[in-house]
């Protein structure tokens, strides 16, 4: 049965209909580091294993087989097309590791800035050129490249925030260390937590970032690489909302081996697969459980940015994508505003995060405006 089911109207307002699907998928997506912040005794390699399972391997399998005839396709999809596809996610799956190594070095913010850009403008710049390389000059076209121009000018002052909040965070620490008063009366323990922990090398992390970049554009490769696959869902009575799943499916599993590989090798290098097994009952089902969650909250936010590319057309793959890209920068951004990742910095730092905000939102709507 289908697990989804949207009426699409027609013409503008189908395009218009689609843009908002996939910016609510981005705000989805943007959300699925978040559940890491309420985990207790678990590192980095213990929750993205969990997560790389549920949201890399069973939810998007599950959603294949349950919306399309997978096993038939899969039969007559030509050798070619296999690879394509999987050698394109197993590219993203490598830089969806160092996405997670990224936040780890940067921040979430900063993080999704840097590879979201690069992946947007990738992720747009080759499936435009492959579906439709005649309207890379058209009004679409050029509004889609200003648009990516636009995020790229938004994801800098976006970038300048988190560096200047790096600043204004080391400045606090030190301050911290010079005034021992101050921080056994007026910080908290959390924030005595955070201030003990060393800071991780920033120049490291904005390199892992670059190239998380550039490899993370991938996945919307493999997915437009994909069509053949696409169109034999649909033919065999796959509706236009589901049509994608199993170009999905294998697009994002191949990019489960890197991360799992990964995770794998960290858990026992490091022997914090014992994590697994330390705290209470209630601790371990509790990890276990905010693991799955963002694999959910993933796997779901692109399931439905691939109904909302399905619904505008042959080029929402194109349109869509940096819109997705968008939207999940501004929901990690919130979080992190929320979270309390922004505490104590200096206005100069909010000058830069707002700009950043408020330019990427102006990105949209130019990229919505080329295509309606």
Known sequence: GELLVLPFPSDKMQ?????????????????????????VGWEWENYWFIYSIFGLLLLPWSFAFLTVDAVDVLAHTSSVDFIHV??????????????????????????????????????TAIPMLILSPDD?????????????????????FLAKAGMSKERDQKANRDAAEREPLLNASSINAAEKGALAKAP????????ICFVSGIASGLMNV?????????????????????????????????????NAAYSMY??????????????SLGQRIKNMFLGAMMGVLWYCGNFVYGAGASGIGLLGTVVGWPVFMVSM???????????????????????YLSAGLFTIFVAVIVVAMGSI
């Open 15 to 39: 395009v218009i209909v689609g843009l908002v699907i996939i910016f609510f998928a981005g705000l989805l997506s943007g959300l699925f580091t978040t559940p890491a912040r309420f985990m």
């Open 222 to 258: 493999g997915l437009t690489l994909g069509e053949d696959m696409t169109d034999a869902c649909l033919a065999r009575g796959a509706s236009e909302i589901n049509k994608k799943n199993l170009a999905w499916a294998l697009t994002i599993s191949s990019g489960f081996v890197p």
């Open 266 to 279: 960290l858990l026992f290098t490091n022997s914090t697969w014992q994590n697994f097994g330390k705290g």
């Open 329 to 351: 920068v501004f929901s990690s951004t919130v979080v992190s505003i929320f979270s309390g990742d922004y505490k104590g910095v200096t206005k100069t730092t909010i000058y």
């Open 86 to 123: 999987m050698v394109s996610g197993f590219g993203w799956g490598i830089g969806s590791v160092m996405f997670g190594l990224g936040c780890a070095y940067v921040g979430d913010s900063l993080a999704f800035a840097i590879i979201l850009g690069l992946c947007a403008t990738l992720g």
């Open 200 to 207: 991780k090398s920033f120049k490291v992390g904005l390199v």
């Open 136 to 156: 890379a000059g058209k009004k679409v076209g050029i509004f889609t490249w200003a648009g990516i121009g636009i995020v790229c000018i938004g994801l800098y």
